[in-house]
């Protein structure tokens, strides 16, 4: 069992706890940085927090607070005060003041101002502020105060920091706003000055007005000599141009000649090099279209080369397929036509033993028959033998006259075949010896021609063998004429002979 003095003890530690929590909780502060939150009570200084936290013993201390912000105080004389020169006048003036966030200005300004809402500060430090003022207005005249503002600022600043000092106050500027007077003499000095100022500006003005005559006469006189002293130095200088115009164009036309000159050999020149690039590019391009052709061509051959071989390779193909086709065709024909002879063959070796069957039992019959017929075939063909032989024995028995017999046959034959072309001839006409002396001549000297052919192709002189037949009968003493006959009729016999006619007749 738990002893009464621990849990007496664990009591009052968790009273303790809670104490010190709510004392926490409900004691916690936290200044802002514009006031100063100032602890008292346990303590004999004072706890300051400006911007920071702190706890604050509830019951045993307390907490109060001052404002440290900027602080605007309007100073104004509510009666005239006198200046040095006894003028009365009223000042508008403009204060910005503050605590001093010194922890001895904090401490004098506690006791002050502790808190106290800005406005209630303000208006305790404006009257302090306004005798500040009104002691330095009485310190200077109405021309230092409106003349030297800047000065009259510091000077009331200078002399209310002692008193702001004492407060913990600490004075940042002060402004003059506006100084007024009761009889008008500010407006009045302003009159004065301005007059004095219109015064001393229409003196100035009148000074400047002849300064300026002054100088504008100077500055003519000076104008003028410059302007003769200048158009004589223009002149000079337009002579010496135009003389220097004249020289540079004596020169620029010497070397515009000679630029001419040197830019017609340039032009020359690039014309020449231009004609010769043209003619380099034309032939350039000659032989590129040379070139291009021949590639053209050589694309058309192998073009033409490739459908020639396709076609041919086409052709081939077919007439292979058309060739085998063929062969097919042809060796089943074959097969067939081998087949109908063989069958044909067969049938007919049949019927051929069948015929020399019945051919044996006719030869039986007419062998008597043949026999005779043979004998006669015989007999005919040894008549024709006889008779052959019989005129080839003429023949060498006429010799010389045969042959004779035969070209005096041909020739009248001859003769019509050289004057057949001129029986297609209309009309003649000769000239010369005339009539028919010369057509007759003609058509004898053809046939003349065509004797000697006959020697010359069969070697047989036809008018050596005539002359010496003729020469042979008058050497003979015989006056007689050799007639020729005919042959003979074709209804004559072979074997009949031919006997040669002579006809004597007397010269």
Do not use: W
Request: net charge negative; aromatic share 4%.
């Amino acid at each position: 069992m738990p002893n009464p003095e621990t849990i007496f003890t664990a009591i009052i530690i968790v009273a303790v706890v809670i104490a010190v929590l709510a004392i926490v909780l409900t004691g916690y502060v936290k200044a802002p940085p514009d006031q100063a939150y100032i602890i008292s009570g346990l303590k004999k200084e004072s706890k300051v927090l400006v911007g920071r936290a702190g706890i604050r013993v509830p019951i045993f201390e307390r907490l109060d607070k001052l404002y440290l912000g900027q602080m605007t105080v309007d100073i104004k004389t509510e009666q005239s005060v006198p200046t040095s020169d006894f003028i009365n006048v009223n000042v508008d003036a403009v204060a910005k003041v503050r605590i001093s966030p010194l922890p001895e200005g904090i401490k004098l300004a506690a006791k002050n101002f502790l808190n106290k809402k800005p406005d209630e500060i303000t208006r305790d430090l404006q009257d302090s502020l306004q005798g500040n003022m009104r002691e330095i207005i009485g310190t200077l005249s109405l021309k230092e105060i409106n003349t030297d503002r800047d000065s009259f600022s510091d000077q009331v600043m200078q002399k209310a920091s002692k008193d702001m000092d004492k407060l913990g106050i600490e004075i940042l500027s002060c402004n003059i706003q506006n100084v007024t007077d009761e009889n008008g003499l500010i407006k009045d000095l302003g009159a004065d000055n301005t007059s004095l100022i219109k015064k001393n500006a229409a003196i100035a003005k009148a000074q400047a007005d002849r300064d300026i005559a002054i100088a504008q006469a100077e500055a003519e006189r000076e104008s003028n000599e410059a302007r003769v002293q200048a158009d004589t130095q223009i002149a000079q200088k337009q002579t010496e141009l135009e003389i220097r115009r004249a020289e540079l164009k004596i020169m620029a036309d010497g070397k515009k000649a000679e630029a001419d000159a040197a830019y017609e050999i340039q032009s020359q020149e690039q014309r020449k090099s231009i004609e010769t690039a043209t003619v380099n590019a034309e032939i350039a391009k000659t032989q590129r279209q040379a070139e291009l052709k021949q590639y053209e061509v050589e694309v058309e051959k192998q073009k033409l080369e490739a459908e020639i071989r396709a076609k041919a390779d086409a052709e081939r193909y077919r007439q292979q397929q058309e060739s085998e086709a063929a062969l097919f065709k042809r060796q089943k024909d074959a097969e067939a036509s081998r087949y109908e002879q063989e069958q044909k063959a067969e049938a007919e070796m049949k019927i051929a033993q069948a015929q020399k069957y019945a051919k044996e039992q006719e030869a039986e019959g007419i062998a008597a028959v043949g026999k005779a017929e043979a004998a006669a075939i015989r007999a005919k063909a040894l008549a024709e033998a006889e008779g052959i032989d019989k005129k080839a024995e003429a023949m060498k028995k006429y010799g010389e006259a045969a042959v004779i017999e035969m070209v005096m046959q041909a020739l009248p034959e001859i003769a019509k075949h050289v004057a057949e072309p001129l029986s297609k001839v209309d009309k003649i006409t000769m000239y010369g010896e005339g009539n028919s002396a010369k057509l007759l001549g003609d058509i004898i000297t053809g046939t003349t021609q065509v004797t000697e052919g006959i020697t010359q192709g069969m070697g047989i002189d036809v008018k050596s063998l005539i002359a010496g037949m003729l020469g042979g009968r008058l050497a003979g003493g015989e006056d007689k004429t050799v007639i020729i006959q005919a042959p003979p009729p074709a209804d004559r016999p072979v074997d009949a002979p031919i006997v040669p006619s002579e006809d004597t007749q007397p010269e």
